[in-house]
């Protein structure tokens, strides 16, 4: 497959994102897992692949079926709500 500059950036961004998932990816422009691999080894600096492989390889939000929630967003239960723009202390 052929991709523009353009979607290939699009690509980069989605891999970086931690809540992104590799069959998001396939879905949007059917790149499997290691299609998306093999396009950011080819595309970053060796460092930077390196960094980004690190980072992902056994990040459970990188795949659906082992996240531990099913929809809508993850919540971290130390965030706190924001409200009439002043931010709760610890």
């Not at 497959?1 to 979607?7: A, G, K, P, R, Y």
């Not at 056994?58 to 002043?86: A, E, P, W, Y």
Request: hydrophobic share 35%; with cysteine.
């Amino acid at each position: 497959m052929s991709f523009t500059d353009l979607e290939i950036d699009r690509i980069i961004e989605m891999a970086w994102e931690d809540r992104t998932t590799f069959e998001a990816i396939k879905t949007q422009f059917g790149l499997k897992e290691q299609e998306v691999i093999n396009l950011m080894r080819r595309e970053m600096k060796p460092s930077s692949f390196r960094m980004w492989r690190a980072r992902v390889q056994g990040r459970k939000t990188k795949h659906l079926k082992l996240r531990v929630f099913d929809k809508g967003r993850f919540k971290c239960s130390r965030q706190k709500h924001i409200t009439h723009n002043s931010i709760s202390k610890r």
